[in-house]
């Protein structure tokens, strides 16, 4: 794997401490931290950095397949979770798809949460279109 050489060679990955404080509250984090060690075992003796299971976890998000019948956890505010709540409700209406039932939005949910996530990554993540 590349993440192993770049380890081998002493280049680690920093993450901004915003989007660290952020990442490890969710539960794709908890899953990954524990797979580390396995998943990059030239670490296993020394442990590894905290930075590299988040940006693990940031990059699996780039795999997902959301699915109506799997919940995700959502945002991390109320305040956040509203705003795209009014934003995907008024989306809807505006393009004549009516009311979206619960289970649609949690696709749509996931969607928009991780988008963010990954832009904290890097502004260019997912920006390249064809």
């Avoid at 590894?48 to 019948?69: A, G, N, Q």
Wanted: charged share 25%; glycine share 4%; hydrophobic share 45%.
């Amino acid at each position: 794997m590349v993440v192993n050489t770049r380890i081998k060679q002493g280049h680690f990955v920093k993450i901004n401490p915003e989007l660290k404080k952020l990442q490890t509250q969710m539960d794709t984090y908890r899953v990954i931290a524990q797979l580390a060690e396995i998943l990059i075992p030239i670490l296993a003796a020394a442990g590894v950095p905290e930075d590299e299971i988040v940006y693990m976890d940031l990059l699996t998000m780039d795999t997902y397949v959301y699915s109506e019948d799997k919940v995700l956890s959502g945002f991390h505010t109320e305040t956040e979770m509203d705003a795209v709540d009014t934003f995907l409700m008024k989306s809807f209406q505006e393009l004549g798809l009516g009311s979206p039932e619960k289970s649609e939005l949690t696709v749509f949910i996931a969607y928009l949460r991780n988008q963010i996530l990954l832009s904290k990554l890097t502004p260019l993540f997912q920006k390249k279109c064809f």
